[in-house]
């Protein structure tokens, strides 16, 4: 039973650029979170996917973009980056039930913004 | 906002040691409750997590947390720590009424002296 794959695992990007990561689920699940995790602090939600459509979204700006396949893998998005991007980027999936969720996570994709 | 504090943000013990780690959430409604572990080098991991019933949870590991509504408490224990359990802890919670988006607090580093 594959857990969540997240790729690449590592990526160096200068500011300005445009990046995107990508993300499988788990087997079974079919909603997607994203968290920004940056050096010592705890991951912060960015945003969920459900039925290809954006469900919830926490408090990051406009540069940041996602989307989810038919086949419930998802891809984050993020323009002009900032060097305060830099940071783990973590992917989680669950099966949506009634809000009482559990999220599995992915290893992560180290962002390095130069 | 709602947030999440996890007050010690480094612990450090010695095997056998009792463990209790805080844990204190600012959320006045029903919530879901999560504990993490981020071994070195691995993803995020779920220890236990509580959404209603016996308010004393039993994860994997030897590890048990207990809610205590009137406090705002999620606290983690284990009665004797191994080397192996050194890692970094992470405290999560879900409103009811908020989907189902995490918020972290900042994550307690253990190392566990041989």
């Known amino acids: 039973d594959a857990g969540v794959t997240q790729s690449p695992t590592h990526l160096i990007k200068t500011r300005g650029q445009q990046v995107t990561l990508r993300c499988s689920p788990k087997s079974g699940h079919d909603t997607v979170s994203w968290y920004q995790q940056a050096l010592g602090q705890g991951p912060q939600f960015i945003f969920q996917y459900y039925e290809e459509e954006e469900r919830q979204r926490g408090n990051f700006p406009d540069r940041f973009s996602g989307h989810q396949f038919p086949n419930y893998s998802s891809e984050l998005n993020v323009n002009a980056l900032l060097l305060g991007d830099s940071a783990l980027y973590l992917c989680a999936s669950s099966l949506a039930n009634l809000y009482q969720e559990t999220q599995y996570f992915g290893p992560g994709t180290r962002l390095l913004v130069l | 906002a709602q947030s999440v504090s996890q007050h010690n943000h480094h612990v450090i013990l010695s095997e056998a040691a009792s463990l209790e780690l805080g844990c204190n959430y600012s959320y006045g409604g029903t919530v879901n409750l999560f504990w993490y572990v981020q071994y070195p080098g691995q993803h995020l991991q779920l220890l236990l997590k509580y959404f209603s019933g016996d308010p004393l949870v039993k994860g994997i590991k030897g590890f048990e947390a207990e809610f205590i509504k009137s406090k705002f408490s999620f606290n983690l224990r284990k009665p004797s720590v191994q080397w192996s359990d050194t890692a970094e802890y992470f405290c999560?919670?879900?409103?009811?009424?908020?989907?189902?988006?995490?918020?972290f607090g900042g994550g307690t580093r253990l190392m566990v002296k041989p």
């Open positions: 999560a919670v879900n409103p009811n009424n908020a989907g189902n988006m995490l918020t």
